[in-house]
């Protein structure tokens, strides 16, 4: 996503070691575990979580746009002449918009 975006690949590949060569230890009761490896991406509270997810929600909103001027489907007005929605984004929250008709649903 962030090379559609346009980030030049020595940024896209610093980021993905951050996000691929994390470890973790645990201290319990004053004694420190081994180094544990994730083997699935970012967890919760990882700093960079909230810009991969705005770089993510942007590439979905390209898409979205790029699906309606193909006439893939139609956005919803909310007054004649007004203009047409088709999504909607608020921190983590998507909010998507469509005609209900069997042509936009193919």
Not at 33 to 62: H, K, M, V
Not at 78 to 90: Q, V
Request: charged share 25%.
């Amino acid at each position: 996503m962030m090379q559609k975006l346009g980030f030049s690949s020595v940024w896209v590949e610093r980021i993905m070691k951050c996000v691929a060569s994390v470890k973790f230890s645990f201290s319990v009761n004053g004694s420190v575990s081994a180094l544990l490896s994730p083997s699935r991406g970012l967890r919760q509270g990882d700093p960079l979580s909230p810009y991969l997810f705005l770089i993510c929600a942007e590439g979905l909103s390209r898409l979205i746009f790029l699906a309606e001027k193909r006439e893939d489907f139609t956005g919803f007005r909310c007054s004649r002449g007004g203009p047409k929605i088709t999504h909607l984004f608020f921190a983590d929250d998507s909010l998507l918009f469509f005609r209900a008709s069997k042509r936009d649903f193919r």
